[in-house]
């Protein structure tokens, strides 16, 4: 069982910054793919980003079209903590955020996770 933490949502002027951070349980984080979600107001869950072991050291960064070049996703396996950097911030990156953890496979939609996390909101105002 993974248990995932979420920190860092708040209210921001577009153009502004967040970090958001996700701290994961469990003893085998490093395996693990960890990404992130969002789902704003009467719209559906979406992907954001997510982060999966390549093997040795390596790992690989994926990102929504709406979130390249704007959005980093990073991860600290000695803390279990998965970080999204977000910037130039705009309304519609309004949402609630969520973690996400697969172990063993890419996390591009709702069916391919194993545990989520409790969910934080970002809004961002105009």
């Known amino acids: 069982q993974v248990q995932l933490v979420e920190s860092g949502g708040g209210l921001v002027q577009a153009g502004g910054s967040l970090r958001l951070s996700c701290a994961a349980s469990?003893?085998?984080?490093?395996?693990?793919?960890m990404g992130w979600f969002r789902q704003a107001p009467g719209k559906e869950r979406e992907f954001v980003s997510s982060t999966s072991w390549s093997g040795g050291s390596v790992y690989y960064a994926g990102y929504a079209d709406s979130v390249k070049g704007r959005f980093t996703i990073s991860r600290d396996n000695a803390m279990n903590t998965v970080y999204l950097q977000m910037n130039s911030l705009k309304p519609e990156d309004t949402a609630v955020y969520y973690c996400?953890?697969?172990?063993?496979?890419?996390?591009?939609?709702?069916?391919?996770?194993?545990?989520w996390g409790q969910g934080t909101q970002v809004t961002v105002s105009s």
């Open positions: 469990g003893r085998t984080f490093s395996r693990y793919t």
């Open positions: 996400a953890a697969a172990l063993g496979r890419g996390l591009t939609n709702d069916g391919a996770v194993d545990y």
